[in-house]
């Protein structure tokens, strides 16, 4: 499988986009990836890069966007922060990602067993990473059910993976909030923006 040119990234849709990285995903978790040099990679995209998505992701080391999509070098931008959060610094990576380099999908990937998720369920508190599980924390008080507050920790994995799908939810709309590169974008169709949620269990990527 060749590099992306310019010319075949121009021709992929938003819809196209996604349904790509589906097909990758279907491959990854077959076991039948692609067959790629990417060496050969390297040397296309030395002059040039033109990825078709972007795909803003958690850290998790079990979680890596290039792996389960099954794509190579210069295919897509991979923004990684603990619990897929966006910020400033974030939105303007993807901002030159979408309107400069002319990718066509944003992708906000979640994934079952989130240790942020869990850290922002469980209130914990540890330095920096205090003011990034206060990120979290609106997704936390999102999910009304259980009621039961000794439900609501860490220890209850379904009600972590509930928060961690409206967590990629909520990030999806504060990226429509506070940029309007990407807003105006999206609504003038040239992106989409969609979440999705990663099984650690199993590779399968479904989006939401």
Known sequence: MKALTKEKQAAISPDIAIQLLKEGNERFVHNKTAERDLLEQVS???SGQYPF?????CIDSRVSAELI????VGDIFSARVAGNIVNQD???SIEFACKLAGTK???VLGHTACGAVKGACDDARLGNLTILLDKIRPAVEAVSNPSDTSLRNSKNIDFVNEV????????????RRISPVLKEMEDNGDIKIVGAMYDIQNGKVTFV
């Open 105 to 107: 999908v944003i992708v």
């Open 164 to 175: 961690a799908v409206k967590n990629v939810q909520l990030t999806i709309d504060k990226t």
């Open 53 to 57: 998505a972007t795909i803003l992701s």
């Open 69 to 72: 999509f099954d794509q190579g």
């Open 44 to 46: 296309d995209t030395a």
């Open 90 to 92: 974030i939105l303007g």
